[in-house]
């Protein structure tokens, strides 16, 4: 199995900041590559698929990047509803790997 | 709108079966695969196994495969995820969500059915 490794696992910022999360495949995954929001309490929301492309309704502060094994989740100034855990899912080959997760919190 | 409703939280007791639903409005239900993804409480997300409704094929984790089994009823357009006997680890929220073609991502998302085993 592909492993994924995503980091780090918390992060503390103000409203503002620039932050970014990385995953690191352990091989090439081409654009199998995507970003979920969770909220407490709430289903995971898609952010970003296909490494770079925006879903249809988020705001473009949220921008991801990278290419073969390397990948980021960058938001450019946090705003407040911004406060969450953010996961990277590879969709390459089976089974369906989700990073273990990055909590996003208020400093 | 798309739409993924799933049925409400259960509690039940290690050894009972269980099944849960997710239903699909908004889109042609049998023409994109329907996945489970398990939250252990304070945990991360897990994937659990992928339906094709058009012709039931399913696809599970090995971590789940001998465990759970998925499968789809046509004439409400609803996928289920089943159980024949509960354990306590099973305690945790459950989501289905619908699979977007190659590459493969969760583009919407059911609410969560909160699944309590106890004894």
């Known amino acids: 199995d592909i492993q994924m490794t995503q980091s780090p696992s918390s992060l503390s910022a103000s409203v503002g900041d620039r932050v970014t999360i990385t995953c690191r495949a352990s091989?090439?995954?081409?654009?199998?590559l995507h970003w979920y929001q969770q909220k407490p309490g709430k289903a995971p929301k898609l952010l970003i698929y296909?490494?770079?492309t925006l879903q249809s309704g988020v705001p473009s502060r949220f921008s991801g990047s990278g290419s073969g094994t390397d990948f980021a989740l960058t938001i450019s100034s946090l705003q407040p509803e911004d406060f969450a855990t953010y996961y990277c899912?590879?969709?390459?080959?089976?089974?369906?790997?989700f990073g273990q997760g990055t909590k996003l919190e208020i400093k | 709108e798309v739409q993924l409703v799933q049925s409400g939280a259960e509690v039940k007791k290690p050894g009972e079966s269980l099944r849960i639903s997710c239903k699909g409005s908004?889109?042609?239900?049998?023409?994109?695969?329907i996945t489970w993804v398990r939250q252990m409480p304070g945990r991360g997300l897990e994937w659990m196994g992928t339906?094709?409704?058009?012709?039931?094929?399913?696809n599970y984790s090995p971590s789940f495969e001998d465990h759970v089994s998925i499968s789809y009823d046509e004439s409400i357009s609803a996928v289920y995820l089943q159980w024949n006997s509960l354990e306590a680890s099973d305690t945790a929220m459950y989501f289905c969500?619908?699979?977007?073609?190659?590459?493969?991502?969760?583009?919407?998302w059911g609410q969560g059915t909160l699944v309590t085993v106890s004894s």
């Open positions: 969500a619908k699979v977007h073609r190659r590459p493969f991502y969760f583009d919407y």
């Open positions: 908004g889109y042609s239900f049998i023409n994109y695969w």
């Open positions: 339906i094709d409704p058009n012709d039931s094929y399913t």
């Open positions: 091989l090439n995954i081409s654009n199998y």
């Open positions: 296909s490494v770079s």
């Open positions: 899912q590879l969709t390459y080959g089976a089974p369906c790997t």
